[in-house]
């Protein structure tokens, strides 16, 4: 049962008590901890099952297994601690995520889209942990979103690094070829900035636009996640819509679910077309909604949840970014004290 002591509803936001959860103003205390929230956020995603379409613990893809999701969510603690330490160097984080999570697995790119919004995150949560006692979710993500407004152009020439250290696949953009390091110069002459090539990618990459758009996704999929894995008691609401509690598995599969309804997936966009990200994102949406007819009990969907996932596993289809803000969303949970 989630003993759930740190985080509050409170007209409708959620109240971090940092002093609940034994943190002091020992910068390394507090930033092993924020580490620690991000690895379990990773491993958390990657076990739950079935996740349609994506690596967990029962489907491994042919060059890409399970393991190689635990290996890199191991390996990047020392940088999540610099990222909890640090105010500057958004792209040289990202990077240095990039180049760890490489070291320990021979899996390809596990994270990359996940690097990109833990790190600004992480920051986010160093800063305020640093400075106050509690904080809402809001508060944390206007964090995070100050950050990479802040970033510059030395973050965007490091994160170009990065594509090729993670082999990712990406959409072609006009101004810069991220493929192509030519465009390194033509960052550095013009003054681009990281956050600028997040504005230029907003319209088609969903990682993209949570940079712009304040981590709006992430903290409200954050409250999804802690809304079905808490007791209405332990939270002190009284939201009918919320029908009951899930376990931690169902609550992470509910959300990926959730998120891949409401939002064209970049990975399938990408690798696909937007008419087979909408279709994924309407078969998404039937299924959820045969959930609440049937009062949010999870074995109700749980084979149609399972047809999903083999019909996505044959096809080649993965949500890569939908898991992406997942896990950024059980950071956030977790940071708040969310325990299972």
């Known amino acids: 049962m989630l003993k759930f002591q740190s985080m509050k509803l ?3 936001r959620y109240l971090v008590s940092l002093s609940e959860l034994n943190l002091n103003a020992n ?20 076990s739950a099952y079935p996740k349609p379409g994506n690596v967990d613990r029962n489907h491994d893809y042919e060059d890409t297994r399970f393991e190689h999701f635990l290996a890199s969510a191991v390996s990047i603690h020392p940088v999540m601690e610099n990222a909890a330490k640090s105010q500057t160097g958004v792209g040289s984080l990202i990077h240095s995520a990039v180049r760890e999570s490489a070291k320990w697995q021979n899996g390809g790119n596990t994270h990359f889209g996940a690097f990109i919004l833990l790190v600004p995150l992480a920051m986010a949560a160093g800063v305020i942990v640093q400075k106050e006692h509690e904080f809402t979710i809001e508060e944390l993500v206007s964090r995070a979103h100050e950050i990479v407004k802040g970033t510059d152009t030395q973050d965007a020439i490091e994160f170009y690094k990065s594509f090729e250290t993670a082999k990712v696949r990406v959409n072609p953009v006009d101004e810069f070829d991220l493929q192509d390091f030519g465009s390194l110069k033509t960052l550095d002459e013009n003054g681009t900035t990281l956050y600028d090539l997040m504005e230029i990618s907003r319209s088609y990459d969903l990682i993209a636009n949570e940079w712009v758009n304040g981590f709006q996704r992430c903290a409200n999929y954050g409250k999804t996640l802690i809304m079905h894995m808490v ?5 002190g609401q009284s939201d009918k819509s919320v029908r009951s509690k899930l376990d931690i598995n169902d609550a992470v599969v509910y959300t990926f679910m959730k998120i891949l309804s409401e939002n064209r997936d970049t990975f399938i966009q990408t690798k696909f077309d937007e008419l087979t990200a909408d279709y994924v994102s309407g078969r998404a949406r039937d299924i959820l ?3 609440e007819q049937h009062k949010m009990d999870f074995d109700s969907v749980r084979l149609a949840v399972e047809e999903f996932d083999d019909e996505l596993l044959q096809k080649g289809i993965n949500p890569g970014s939908t898991a992406d803000i997942v896990i950024a969303g ?5 940071l708040g004290g969310a325990r299972f």
């Open 27 to 46: 910068g390394d205390a507090s930033a092993s901890y924020i580490a620690r929230c991000v690895q379990l956020a990773m491993v958390m995603e990657v």
């Open 289 to 291: 909604l045969k959930l």
């Open 231 to 235: 007791d209405f008691g332990e939270l």
């Open 330 to 334: 059980l950071f956030i949970a977790f």
């Open 10 to 12: 409170k007209t409708n």
